[in-house]
Antibody, heavy 122, light 108 residues
Framework: QVQLVQSGAEVKKPGASVKISCKTSEYLFVKSFLHWVRQAPGQGLEWMGIINPINPSGRTTVYAQKFQGRVSMTSDTSTNTVYMEMDNLRSEDTAVYYC????????????WGQGTLVTVSS | EIVLTQSPGTLSLSPGDAATLSCRASQSVTRTFLAWYQQKPGQGPRLLIYGASTRATGTPDRFSGSGSGTDFILTISRLEPEDFAVYYCQQHVEYPYTFGQGTKLEIK
C-alpha cells in the first residue's frame, strides 16, 4: 500500500520557521516526484512546488512564485524523506500542508499524505 | 497562470440524484493534464479522475469525466451518501499547477 507519512502538527509564532517531513518507501522515493500543497482553514488547495527527491537541486525542483525565497524543499535519500521548510511565518500561513506524489513531473497526484496542520499564532 | 473556475460553488442534491459539476479554464488545457479530486471532511484529497475522463483505481463507475479545451465536467450518475464531499479540478500541464476553488456537494 502506498504511503506518504507526514510529521505531526506544529504551532509556531509569527516570524519563526517550520520544517515538515514526508516519508515514503524506498521504491516510491526513486519513482516519484513529490509536491507540497496547502489548504488554509475552510479554503481550497494551493500548490507550492515540486521536488525531485533524488536530485533535489536539479531543474525539476520548482517553486510556485509566491513561495520562492521563503520555502525550501529538500530530501534525505538515507531515510526516503522529503522536507518542506518555510521561513518568516505569518498568520496567513496557518494551514494543513500536504505532500502528494506524482509519477512524473507533469502528472496527476495519485497519492497524498495525511496532512500536517501548521498553526501560526502569537 | 491558468485559472480554474468551478461551478456551482455548492450543489444541494439528494441521494439517487445525478450531479453535474463544471470546471472552466482560463486557457485551453490538454485533456491529459486535467484531474478531479474528492475531499471529505478531515481528510486529504483523493484522486478521482485523471486525463479528464479516466477513472482512478477504486473510483466507482457512477463517476465520469468529460470535456476538452477550456470546459470540463464531472458527472455523478446516481449519488450515494458517501459522495457528498468537496470536489476539485486541477491542471498539471503548466507551473504553477492550479486547482479550482471547489464545488461542495451537500445533502439536500
Amino acid at each position: 500500500q502506498v504511503q506518504l507519512v507526514q510529521s505531526g502538527a506544529e504551532v509556531k509564532k509569527p516570524g519563526a520557521s517550520v520544517k515538515i517531513s514526508c516519508k515514503t518507501s524506498e521504491y516510491l522515493f526513486v519513482k516519484s516526484f513529490l509536491h507540497w500543497v496547502r489548504q488554509a482553514p475552510g479554503q481550497g488547495l494551493e500548490w507550492m512546488g515540486i521536488i525531485n527527491p533524488i536530485n533535489p537541486s536539479g531543474r525539476t525542483t520548482v517553486y510556485a512564485q509566491k513561495f520562492q525565497g521563503r520555502v525550501s524543499m529538500t530530501s534525505d535519500t538515507s531515510t526516503n524523506t522529503v522536507y518542506m521548510e518555510m521561513d518568516n511565518l505569518r498568520s496567513e500561513d496557518t494551514a494543513v500542508y500536504y505532500c502528494a506524489r506524482s509519477y512524473s513531473t507533469y502528472d496527476k497526484f495519485d497519492y497524498w499524505g495525511q496532512g500536517t496542520l501548521v498553526t501560526v499564532s502569537s | 497562470e491558468i485559472v480554474l473556475t468551478q461551478s456551482p460553488g455548492t450543489l444541494s442534491l439528494s441521494p439517487g440524484d445525478a450531479a453535474t459539476l463544471s470546471c472552466r479554464a482560463s486557457q485551453s488545457v490538454t485533456r491529459t493534464f486535467l484531474a478531479w479530486y474528492q475531499q471529505k471532511p478531515g481528510q486529504g484529497p483523493r484522486l478521482l479522475i485523471y486525463g479528464a475522463s479516466t477513472r482512478a483505481t477504486g473510483t466507482p463507475d457512477r463517476f465520469s469525466g468529460s470535456g476538452s479545451g477550456t470546459d470540463f465536467i464531472l458527472t455523478i450518475s446516481r449519488l450515494e451518501p458517501e459522495d457528498f464531499a468537496v470536489y476539485y479540478c486541477q491542471q498539471h500541464v503548466e507551473y504553477p499547477y492550479t486547482f479550482g476553488q471547489g464545488t461542495k456537494l451537500e445533502i439536500k
